[in-house]
């Protein structure tokens, strides 16, 4: 049973405008998500991240909101660039329990383009 | 460069052999989580080792097993391999036991092909 989900695999969006990458989870255990950006050939890098007492997180252009009662994140990129086109992994962790780690979902494609 | 270093790049091996991947975790860091992504799948965490001892175990098949050496540096070999196995691995480290807040940092992975 998958824990975090990222049920759309791909978006394609025009280059200054806004990208919304979303994700949903079931465990009401996590308690810290993070996004991770990944570029072929290469490992994922974290990108940002939110702790369950917040429900907002911005850096530069990314900014990370979540929506606890509707177990709801999402990822804005304003504006978005070409350089952004990446796969973009959701990721969930149960902080304070201890034997986990990061759950990922299955990532977003997203294609940004000129 | 992330600073995780995994070895090899590329491996390509027949059904039913074993092969032994790599990882060498960004200095400092105790922590070194091994993760598998197939087709279509995302990032798949089969085992966590903290300092030497295994932490928390995902979807990690029986045919598979992991260790982490006194130096730090972790394996995780894979037997009896099958043509399903066919993945990316990915091996992460952070500095802690958990690494939620501030995330794992990921090497660049060791593509592996079962034909």
């Known amino acids: 049973d998958q824990q975090v989900k990222q049920n759309s695999p791909s978006l394609s969006v025009q280059e200054g405008r806004i990208s919304i990458l979303n994700c949903d989870y079931t465990n009401s255990m996590f308690d810290y998500f993070l996004w991770y950006k990944k570029y072929p050939a290469e490992g994922p890098t974290f990108l940002i991240s939110i702790s369950s007492i917040k429900d907002k997180n911005e850096d530069g252009r990314f900014t990370v909101f979540l929506n606890k009662s509707a177990k709801h994140l999402s990822l804005h990129i304003v504006p978005s660039q070409p350089g952004d086109s990446a796969v973009y992994f959701c990721?969930?962790?149960?902080?304070?329990?201890?034997?986990?780690?990061?759950?990922f979902g299955k990532g977003t494609t997203l294609s940004v383009s000129s | 460069d992330s600073g995780v270093t995994q070895t090899p790049k590329h491996l390509i091996t027949a059904t039913g052999q074993r092969v032994t991947l790599r990882c060498s975790p960004r200095s400092g860091d105790l922590s070194v989580y091994w993760y598998q992504q197939s087709l279509d799948q995302g990032l798949q965490f089969l085992i966590q080792y903290y300092n030497g001892e295994e932490r928390a175990k995902g979807n990690i098949l029986e045919r598979f097993s992991a260790q982490q050496f006194p130096d730090l540096h972790s394996e995780l070999n894979l037997s009896s391999l099958e043509l399903g196995d066919s993945a990316l691995y990915f091996c992460?480290?952070?500095?802690?036991?958990?690494?939620?807040?501030?995330?794992?940092?990921f090497g660049s992975g060791t593509r592996l092909t079962v034909v």
């Open positions: 992460a480290s952070s500095a802690g036991g958990t690494g939620a807040s501030y995330g794992y940092t």
């Open positions: 990721a969930a962790s149960a902080y304070r329990q201890a034997g986990t780690a990061l759950i």
